[in-house]
């Protein structure tokens, strides 16, 4: 669960680190997202400095909530249901699932507002625009699919993963090849 006002705490502390320009909260998520600069700070020593910060606010006390209002009865039995249904593997899986879901359909949503903003294409060659929106959405998709492995492990060997590298730029190469006239 993540508290706006710890999440605001943290993001302050976490921005007075050398070469940290911003920090993203994602709540629903439970994710964050930190931009730095290599040439100031390291990735290790971001994540040293990250650790020495969350362990002073951690001791503290900056991460409890000072506010603590009791649950209504619904929430805790809410609470209650949910807490056991992650014991199962399936709840889980499909709780994974259904946030991934959502995210995709947030996707699919930007790129048929930019798809409508062009209404002239689908007039004069439909085909061609069910087409390039159909390719965004598995550009999209795999880009997704993949996001693990290119952060995790592209990104740092890239010449270990070259054919990988080089499939993602023809990707993008026939992908932009098809936009044009």
Known sequence: MCHKEIAGNIATKIKTIDGVYRVN??????????????????????????????????????????????????????????????????????????IEAKETLKAAKIITKLAIKKPNAFVK??????????????????????WDHITKLWLLNPFRYRYEWLATFYMFFLLIRSRKK
């Open 25 to 98: 909260f994602y709540a629903p998520q439970q994710k964050v997202s930190i931009y730095f600069q290599e040439t100031v700070c390291d990735f290790t020593q971001l994540v040293k400095q990250l650790f020495e910060l969350l362990g002073e606010l951690e001791t503290s006390g900056a991460l409890i909530i000072q506010t603590e209002k009791k649950p209504s009865l619904a929430r805790q039995l809410s609470a209650k249901i949910s807490e056991g249904a992650d014991k199962f593997a399936a709840t889980r899986w499909l709780k994974s699932k259904t």
């Open 125 to 146: 060659d439909p085909e061609k625009a069910i087409i390039d929106f159909l390719n965004d959405i598995l550009v999209l998709f795999l880009i997704r699919l993949h």
